[in-house]
T-cell receptor, first 115, second 113 residues
Framework: DTGVSQNPRHKITKRGQNVTFRCDPI?????LYWYRQTLGQGPEFLTYFQNEAQLEKSRLLSDRFSAERPKGSFSTLEIQRTEQGDSAMYLC?????????????FGSGTQLSVL | GNSVTQMEGPVTLSEEAFLTINCTYT??????LFWYVQYPGEGLQLLLKATKADDKGSNKGFEATYRKETTSFHLEKGSVQVSDSAVYFC????????????FGTGTSLTVIP
């Protein structure tokens, strides 16, 4: 068990460019979550998957954001036409829904800076 | 709706001081409550949890008791160490909302020798 892995750790991009982040969850975990965290704030829920199905999306998630988990393992989060307001830490977390009172295991995050 | 309100920081304490970080919540059902900690340069880690009223979660000398009557889950430690310096997040999770986690804004703790 190597924990939740996120790549890249840092991404700097120009406004209007597209970016894609990857998350590899803990292997036996069937749930995968994406959160966004800005300075001085707690993580804000974006979306989550159970296996390959995307079960919920936050109203915070504009149509420029899309997430996939094609084989129920790793996930990607793409942001199209980035804006400066997209600058944040993007966190991935995973859990196993079969247990009561599941806990989340977080990755170290991808820090996005949009110039 | 569900939400978590956390004591604002930053908090600075001397080593061996007593720590309290307040957390209150609003929930539509019967949530589970958590404290997560984020050490500098690292991801969030679960510190402790409680799943029903009057449960006490504890870990690494930290404790928090689930108080339904006051909708609170305050974090306490009797004697902090320099290594406890981190950001602490209170969170709740509820099956009625698909186990989505709701986090507070975080409280930064610095412990000085």
């Amino acid at each position: 068990d190597t924990g939740v892995s996120q790549n890249p750790r840092h991404k700097i991009t120009k406004r209007g460019q597209n970016v894609t982040f990857r998350c590899d969850p803990i292997s036996e975990h069937n749930r995968l979550y994406w959160y966004r965290q800005t300075l001085g704030q707690g993580p804000e829920f974006l979306t989550y998957f159970q296996n390959e199905a995307q079960l919920e999306k936050s109203r915070l998630l504009s149509d420029r954001f899309s997430a996939e988990r094609p084989k129920g393992s790793f996930s990607t989060l793409e942001i199209q036409r980035t804006e400066q307001g997209d600058s944040a830490m993007y966190l991935c977390a995973s859990s196993f829904s079969g247990r009561l009172n599941e806990k989340l295991f977080f990755g170290s995050g991808t820090q996005l800076s949009v110039l | 709706g569900n939400s978590v309100t956390q004591m604002e920081g930053p908090v600075t304490l001397s080593e061996e001081a007593f720590l309290t970080i307040n957390c209150t919540y609003t929930a539509t059902g019967y949530p589970s409550l958590f404290w997560y900690v984020q050490y500098p340069g690292e991801g969030l880690q679960l510190l402790l949890k409680a799943t029903k009223a009057d449960d006490k979660g504890s870990n690494k000398g930290f404790e928090a008791t689930y108080r339904k009557e006051t909708t609170s889950f305050h974090l306490e430690k009797g004697s902090v160490q320099v290594s406890d310096s981190a950001v602490y997040f209170c969170a709740l999770s509820e099956k009625n909302t698909g186990n989505q986690f709701y986090f507070g804004t975080g409280t930064s703790l610095t412990v000085i020798p």
